[in-house]
C-alpha cells in the first residue's frame, strides 16, 4: 500500500529537502533531521527526490533516491536530496543561485516493490496501471527504476514504458519478456513544488 502522509507531512519533507541542499551548497554540511520532525517520518521508506529547472523551460536537472526503506523517511530525504542536487552522473552539479532561482522539488515516497504475477512476460502488460504504478526491472547486474509519474508525462504505453525501463537498466528494450527478467511494480505518495520554493502541492 501507498505510505499514508498527510499534507503537512509531505510538505515538512519538501522543505527538509530544499534546506538540506541549500545548506549542503552553500557550506558543504549535511543536515540531521531537526528536533521538529514528526515521529512518523522516522518510519523507514523509500523516497526519490526529482529537481527540475523551470526557466526558460521546464527540464529534468536530477533524480536520485532508493527503492527500499533502508533508512528512516527524513534521513533518506535529505541524502536523497543532496545527491539529486550534486551527484547525478547525467547533469552538472546544481550552484546555489540556479536552486534558489529556478528549481522545483519533486519528492516521491515509495510503497514495497511487488513482482508482477503472470507468469507468460507478454501479459506483464495487463497488470501495469499507467499514472499508478512505477517499474523496476532487472537481470543479472542490469536494473532500472522508473517512476509512476514518468509515463504520464512521456505519453507511453505500458509496453512503451517497459521498454523504457529496460533501456534505463542498460538492456535491451524487450529484455521484458525474457522469463529471466525480473519485473516489479511499485506506487508513490508525491508531493511537489509548483514555483522554486513555493507551496507545496500533493500531486494527483
Known sequence: MTPSLTIREGQ???????????????????LDPPMNTPRSLFEKAGVF???????????LRGCIGSLLPTEPLAVA?????????????????????????????ELSVLTLPERLLSEAPAERLSEIRIGKDGLMVEH??????????????????AEEFLNHCCIKAGL???????????????????FEEKTPDGEVHLKE
Open 12 to 30: 515538512f519533507l519538501v522543505t527538509l529537502a530544499r534546506t538540506a541542499i541549500s545548506e549542503y551548497l552553500l557550506s558543504h554540511t549535511k
Open 140 to 157: 543479472g547486474i542490469h536494473r532500472g527504476i522508473l517512476l509512476p509519474q514518468v509515463a504520464p508525462e512521456q505519453n507511453w504505453t
Open 172 to 190: 535491451p528494450a524487450e529484455a521484458w519478456l525474457d522469463k529471466r527478467t525480473r519485473v516489479e511494480r511499485f506506487q508513490a505518495t508525491i
Open 77 to 105: 530525504t535529505i541524502q536523497s536530496a543532496i545527491d539529486a542536487a550534486t551527484a547525478d552522473e547525467r547533469f552538472y552539479p546544481l550552484d546555489l543561485a540556479e536552486f534558489k532561482s529556478s528549481v522545483v522539488i
Open 49 to 59: 527526490i526529482t529537481l527540475h529547472s523551470v526557466a526558460p523551460a521546464q527540464k
